[in-house]
């Protein structure tokens, strides 16, 4: 084939190449699920259908599709300033953004380090972790304490705080020196729990177990979701993390909240650290950031943790560390047109008010065959089905299926179906979602 052929990509048109991330390959490629269009609440899909998006894309699109004020900014953008190199070069986006993002942060969490993606700013908040304490002189506090069931990215220190099995079984021992909490999910005590459990507070004590093993002076941070997301939405219970929040106080432990589904008006407030009136030290926040229309994520941290570095001759590089698209330009306008977007049209307090209705809608879904618990906070939800026999996961997969079928998308994982609709969604939408979900629990055997 001429080299021309093959660069234009003549005769290998096919589904095959593309070694499609965290998916069953041979499975899509036989059955695929094509989207070539969104507007507002709605995909299209390439035979036409208008697919209702009740996960946000994949909990980022949190203001709805194509907006045109952050296409407009993007656009402009991209005419002005394709790139900037982010070391030792700055460009006015990045520092606007920045102090924007400041400004809304809980707290004295006032500088941001920028990345590209939730597990790229996760690895970057666990090597502060390290580095602030190095720089300290407690270079002895090396470990990393994340939880089951966690999910921060498929980076090495992200699968490695991760607590999904399935994330890390294929990838040998991962990072040395981490420890990781029990899950949070009681469904014994919790099932069909409204909002927050109130149960199971006494579950972050197991910092002080771990604390008590290892010893404090080995541990440097402690990563949570706030409310885990890709597991399956499981809620924290009443006070476990302002729990958490104390024992780490108490043995100068770095908490970190991993926000990139939480961020961004989730949970009816800016970030779920002002939801749950929790000052971490850090805050990792991507997704719903630049409203997933370019790739972008941050590291926040607290004023003590930036002065900390801040010390020496003032031309030494403080962190080694960075990445050749941290606050890239495009990047940085997203995320300013979406901010924008959010300010004008109140969207987080929208979120906040639509929660009530949101849970009720859900929570209407309890007395179908199947449906064995149902949790929600802000605009977040999920519906646990029984697994079948011998086969677990495969009774919510054809419910997701069919879900397709009916008109919407939503996120399956295990027996879980995961719905986090974009902030925009009408009262009816969330009506709709909910009668196509219940529909296609009906129709699974
Ligand atoms: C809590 C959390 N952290 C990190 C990540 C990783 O983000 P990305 O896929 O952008 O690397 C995700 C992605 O879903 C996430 O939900």
Redesign the pocket.
Known sequence: MPDSDAVAGRGVNTLEPFWMPFTANRQFKSAPRIVVAAQGMHYITDDGRRILDGSAG??CVNAGHGRERIIAAVREQVGQLDYAPPFQWGHPGAFALASRLSAMLPGDLDHVFFAN???EA?DTALKIALAYHRQRGEAHRVRLIGRERG????GFG?TSVGGISNNRKQFGTLLGGVDHLRHTHDPARSAFSRGQPESGAERADQLEDIVALHDASTIAAVIV?PVS??TGVLVPPRGYLERLRQICDRHGILLIF?E??TGFGRLGANFAADHFGIVPDMV?M??GMTNATVPA?AVAVRKEIYDTFMQGPSNTIELFHGYTYSAHPLACAAGLATLDIFAEESLTERARALAPVWEDALHSLRSLDHVVDIRNLGLMGAVEVAPREGAPGARAFDIFLECFELGLMLRQTGDVLALSPPLVVTEEQIGSIVDMLGTAIENAD
């Open positions: 994949m909990w993606s939730g597990s996760v999910y921060h990215g498929a992200g979701e997301g890709s991993d990139v589904i990792v991507a997704k994520s």
